[in-house]
């Protein structure tokens, strides 16, 4: 069975209702979604999944232990992790929920693509599951263009590691297909005796679940397929909202006039979404789009916003997304 993951807790509601609408919208009303706990902070998550029978959240204790006890054992690996998420506010594993995206591989599907909640999906998702009959992991993005937030690329075991065509299939972590079973425990336990031998040194501390995940794929060797590389270039799209020359029509997105697989709000805050969705003017790329889904099935709550449109300002810390959005429209123009 296929189906599509999540990840979330309350804080994130809004944002995943509107990617529930989407994925019932372009991908189907039947098509099954599975939602992994971020914490348990999920009363009104728990109470969605009541209402909507082809929504589940996740609660296999033993697996998601199992990939907490993973990531902590990972994480301890590093030298310099526990310093670095000190300097930046957080106490233990810095954004440690993030991680718990690694039960869809114990998860309830045999195929699965898993998308963020910041995310929505504006067209069928069947070419992505069609691509996993050839390949083990399927992508659409351009983070190949910049490593950054990937790896550390001041360890000397980023060239030692992965050779130049290894490192051009990392990818995001907010948008990736693959299935059940692909990461056992006795391979977990092969990578995690690699990581203690120093290549732990590698992961990159402030992206944590996105590190973790490029290396589990290109250490495993995994077939890869990234569509932002394997499409013809005429068919390619980006997907941040941080591209400012998408055109939206009822609802979709179109680069050009290319319709947009899904659209990808990275680095706009979660509280600017429940203050939306409180009725509060506030500004951010391509509102009107989750507005549309937000609402969907009941378009006449939608708020009438109050006041004056409060513009957008990006975090600073996700402020290299707009440099990378600029690299990927350069590529694709012809």
């Known amino acids: 069975m296929d189906g599509i993951c999540t990840l979330g807790n309350d804080r994130v509601y809004d944002q995943i209702v509107a990617l529930i609408n989407s994925i019932?919208?372009?991908?189907?009303?039947?098509?099954?979604?599975?939602?992994?706990?971020?914490?348990?902070?999920?009363?009104?998550?728990?109470?969605?999944?009541?209402?909507?029978?082809?929504?589940?959240?996740?609660?296999?204790?033993?697996?998601?232990?199992r990939w907490d006890a993973f990531v902590k054992a990972v994480w301890a690996t590093h030298p310099t992790a526990?310093?670095?998420?000190?300097?930046?506010?957080?106490?233990?594993?810095?954004?440690?929920?993030?991680?718990?995206?690694?039960?869809?591989?114990d998860g309830p599907f045999d195929r699965f693509l898993y998308m963020d909640a910041d995310t929505l999906l504006l067209q069928s998702p069947q070419r992505i599951f069609d691509y996993l009959n050839d390949y083990d992991w399927v992508t659409y993005d351009f983070q190949h263009k910049d490593l950054s937030h990937v790896f550390d690329g001041e360890s000397e075991w980023l060239n030692k590691l992965f050779s130049i065509e290894q490192l051009q299939q990392v990818f995001c972590s907010g948008f990736y297909a693959s299935r059940r079973g692909m990461f056992s425990?006795?391979?977990?336990?092969?990578?995690?005796?690699?990581?203690?031998?120093?290549?732990?040194?590698?992961?990159?501390?402030?992206?944590?679940?996105?590190?973790?995940?490029?290396?589990?794929?290109?250490?495993?060797?995994?077939?890869?397929?990234?569509?932002?590389r394997h499409l013809p270039v005429a068919q390619r799209?980006?997907?941040?909202?941080?591209?400012?020359?998408?055109?939206?029509?009822?609802?979709?997105?179109?680069?050009?006039?290319?319709?947009?697989?899904?659209?990808?709000?990275?680095?706009?805050?979660?509280?600017?979404?429940?203050?939306?969705?409180?009725?509060?003017?506030?500004?951010f790329p391509y509102r009107e789009i989750f507005l549309h889904y937000r609402y969907w099935h009941a378009p006449e709550q939608q708020p009438r916003l109050q006041g004056p449109c409060q513009p957008y300002q990006a975090r600073r810390w996700r402020r290299w997304a707009y440099g990378l959005s600029k690299i990927v429209y350069e590529s694709l123009q012809p």
């Open 24 to 65: 019932e919208a372009n991908g189907g009303p039947q098509m099954p979604i599975c939602i992994f706990p971020y914490d348990d902070q999920t009363q009104r998550l728990q109470a969605l999944a009541a209402d909507r029978p082809e929504v589940q959240l996740y609660d296999d204790n033993a697996s998601i232990q």
């Open 185 to 228: 425990p006795e391979l977990d336990g092969e990578l995690l005796q690699r990581l203690q031998s120093g290549e732990g040194a590698v992961l990159y501390p402030m992206a944590p679940d996105q590190t973790v995940l490029n290396y589990l794929v290109l250490r495993s060797q995994l077939r890869v397929c990234n569509l932002a």
């Open 82 to 105: 526990p310093e670095r998420w000190r300097a930046a506010g957080s106490q233990g594993i810095h954004r440690m929920g993030t991680h718990r995206r690694l039960c869809a591989f």
């Open 237 to 283: 799209t980006g997907n941040s909202v941080t591209s400012s020359h998408f055109v939206t029509r009822a609802g979709q997105g179109f680069d050009g006039e290319t319709p947009l697989t899904y659209l990808h709000y990275i680095g706009v805050s979660s509280r600017l979404f429940s203050t939306l969705c409180r009725g509060e003017n506030v500004d």
